[in-house]
């Protein structure tokens, strides 16, 4: 079982940026992809962003490409997503998630998840 906590969200206006990580206490997730998934108040869980373990490959949704960017720190177990030129449809709370195997944009793929972290932008 590998635990993974998410932080770093928080409010800012429309066109601010923020960065949320997820971290696995105890436990190394450089044998893991990450993915960054969020799920905005009445609607379905959505891929945001997924990493490969070595951080060579990287997908992202249409709606945050050029705007939001993932990466990791294999050597401190922790996972960013860098979020920049926010928009009040950016709102939700956001979850990241390891699988075994490569990058993956479908969450059924994930084994592991965090609780997730509000981010919230105001127009």
């Known amino acids: 079982q590998v635990q993974l906590v998410e932080s770093g969200g928080g409010s800012v206006q429309a066109g601010g940026s923020l960065s949320v990580s997820c971290a696995a206490p105890?436990?190394?997730?450089?044998?893991?992809?990450m993915g960054w998934f969020r799920q905005a108040p009445g609607k379905e869980r959505e891929f945001v962003a997924t990493?490969?373990?070595?951080?060579?490959?990287?997908y992202y949704a249409d709606s945050v490409k050029g705007r939001f960017t993932i990466s990791r720190d294999n050597a401190k177990n922790t996972v960013y997503l860098q979020m920049n030129s926010l928009k009040p449809e950016d709102t939700a709370v956001y979850y990241c998630?390891?699988?075994?195997?490569?990058?993956?944009?479908?969450?059924?793929?994930?084994?592991?998840w965090g609780r997730g972290t509000q981010v919230t932008v105001s127009s």
């Open positions: 998630a390891a699988r075994f195997g490569g990058p993956y944009t479908l969450g059924s793929g994930y084994n592991y």
């Open positions: 105890g436990r190394t997730l450089s044998r893991y992809a």
């Open positions: 990493i490969s373990w070595s951080g060579d490959m990287t």
